[in-house]
C-alpha cells in the first residue's frame, strides 16, 4: 500500500487496498478456507461438503463451509492476541507441512512408479502462438498458488530488523518454495498419468494412494488439512495489515485504524476483513470474484515493478538499506512477464478482465467520498 501510494499517489495506493479487501485477500481467505473444510471432512463427516447444514430458500450451507467459518473466526481471535501468538503458530503449522513435503518427496523418488504412469508419458506440447497463449492463461490460474510470496513485506512495520530479517526470508523462501513446488510436480508426475493429474482435484493424496496405498494417502489428506489450516492463519495475519494504513490516511473507515493498545494489532482490520471473508465463504461468491480480479491482481504487480524505477528516479537521495541485485534487469524482467500475462489475460479472458478492471474502478468514488470526509473532519478540528 504505502510503496503504490509513494510512487503513483494516495489513489493507487487505496485501489490496491481496496482491491485486495473487496476480493484479493478476504476471497483468498473465504478459498483456502473452503478447501481446508473439504479436507477436514474427510476425518469429521460433520464438515464433509456434501452435508447440508443449513438451507434458506436457495441459499445452501454444506459442511466444509461451516468448518471454514469456524476456522475463519478461530484464527482471527488468535491473531486478535498477538502477532507473537500468529507468528508462533504459523511456525509450527510451517514446520509440520514441510516435513509431510519432505517424507513425500523422500518416499516418492523411492518408490518404483506406478505402471500406468510409467507407460503414458506426457505428450510433447506444440511450440507456437497457441502453446505460449495456453501456457500463459495456465500461469495466471495458477499464480495464486505461489502469490503470496512478498506477503512478510505486509507485517514490515512489526518486524524488529526489517531491512536484514525481510530480504532473508523473501529470498530464501522464495527459494525453497520454487525448490519443493517443482520436486512434488515431478514426484506426482512419477505417480499418476497426465489425465488423472489433470482430472484430479486433490493431487497430494491421489499420488500418495498411486504410490503407497490407501494409508498413505489418509496420512495426506491430514498433512494438507495442517498446512491449508497455516496457510489460512498466515493468510489472516498479513492481509490485515493493509486496511489499517488506510484508514490512518483517511481513505477507509476511520474505526479501522484502531490499534489494540494492549495486543498492539489491527485488531478492526482483522474482524472486518475476516467478516468479509465469512460473507464470501457462506455466500460461495469467492470463485467468481476471484476469477474477476484476476486481471487486475497481475495489473498491480506491474504497477508495483514499475514504482521501483520510478522512486529511483524521483527520490535519488532516499536510503536504501536493502539493495536490488540484478537491477535494472531483474525488476525489469519481473515487469516484462506480468505485462505479458496481463495482455495475454486481456486478449484471452476479455469479460472476466473487464469485470475486475470494474471492481477496481468501483473503489474511486469510495475514495473521492472518504477523502470528503477526511477533509471536513479535520476542517472540524482545526488540523
Known amino acids: 500500500y504505502h510503496f503504490l501510494r509513494e510512487a503513483w499517489g494516495p489513489v493507487w495506493g487505496f485501489l490496491y487496498g481496496w482491491t485486495c479487501l473487496l476480493v484479493i485477500m478476504s476471497g ?4 483456502i478456507a473452503v478447501g481446508f473444510g473439504e ?17 434458506v430458500g436457495r441459499w445452501h450451507v454444506n459442511g466444509a463451509q461451516l468448518a471454514a467459518v469456524l ?4 484464527l482471527t481471535a488468535l491473531n486478535h492476541v498477538g502477532l507473537r501468538s500468529g507468528a508462533m503458530l504459523q511456525s509450527v503449522f510451517t514446520l509440520a507441512k514441510l516435513a509431510a513435503i519432505a517424507a513425500l518427496l523422500a518416499f516418492g523418488f523411492a518408490a518404483p512408479a506406478p505402471p500406468a504412469a510409467a507407460a503414458a508419458p506426457a505428450p510433447a506440447p506444440a511450440n507456437g502462438p497457441a502453446f505460449w497463449s495456453a501456457f500463459g492463461a495456465a500461469m495466471v490460474a495458477a499464480l495464486w498458488t505461489f502469490d503470496g510470496w512478498y506477503a512478510a513485506t505486509f507485517s514490515a512495520g512489526e518486524v524488529r530488523t526489517p531491512s536484514r530479517d525481510l530480504p532473508r526470508g523473501l529470498v530464501s523462501g522464495v527459494a525453497l518454495v520454487a525448490l519443493l513446488y517443482v520436486a512434488l510436480a515431478v514426484v506426482y508426475r512419477r505417480a499418476l498419468p497426465e489425465a488423472e493429474l489433470a482430472a484430479s482435484s486433490r493431487v497430494a493424496e491421489d499420488a500418495a494412494r498411486a504410490l503407497f496405498g490407501d494409508g498413505a494417502a489418509r ?16 493468510t489472516i495475519l498479513y492481509s490485515s495489515r493493509v486496511y489499517q494504513p488506510m484508514a490512518a490516511d483517511g481513505v477507509f473507515f476511520r474505526g479501522v485504524a484502531r490499534i489494540d493498545p494492549v495486543w498492539r494489532t489491527p ?30 491482481g497481475v495489473l498491480f504487480h506491474v504497477g508495483a515493478g514499475l514504482a521501483l524505477f520510478r522512486l529511483r528516479a524521483t527520490q535519488p537521495h532516499t ?5 536490488a541485485p540484478g537491477h535494472p534487469w531483474v525488476p525489469a524482467l519481473f515487469v516484462a512477464g506480468m505485462l ?18 470494474g471492481l477496481i474502478a468501483a473503489g474511486l468514488p469510495a475514495y473521492a467520498g472518504w477523502r470528503r470526509r477526511a477533509r471536513a473532519l479535520s476542517g472540524r478540528d482545526g488540523t
Not at 483468498?28 to 478459498?31: E, V
Open 71 to 74: 476456522g475463519i473466526g478461530a
Open 219 to 234: 496420512a495426506m489428506t491430514l498433512a494438507v488439512v495442517v498446512s491449508s489450516f497455516g496457510c489460512l492463519a498466515a
Open 319 to 323: 536510503p536504501r538499506p536493502v539493495r
Open 28 to 31: 483468498g481467505i473465504a478459498a
Open 340 to 357: 505479458l500475462l496481463t495482455v495475454n489475460t486481456l486478449l484471452g479472458s476479455p469479460r472476466e478482465s473487464v469485470l475486475g478492471l
Open 39 to 55: 479436507y477436514l471432512g474427510a476425518f469429521v463427516p460433520a464438515f464433509a461438503s456434501t452435508r447440508e447444514v443449513l438451507a
Open 267 to 296: 485488531v478492526s482490520a482483522l474482524w472486518l476483513q475476516s467478516a468479509w471473508a465469512v460473507a464470501l465463504t457462506l455466500t460461495g461468491s469467492y470463485t467468481q470474484l476471484f476469477t474477476f480480479v484476476t486481471f487486475g
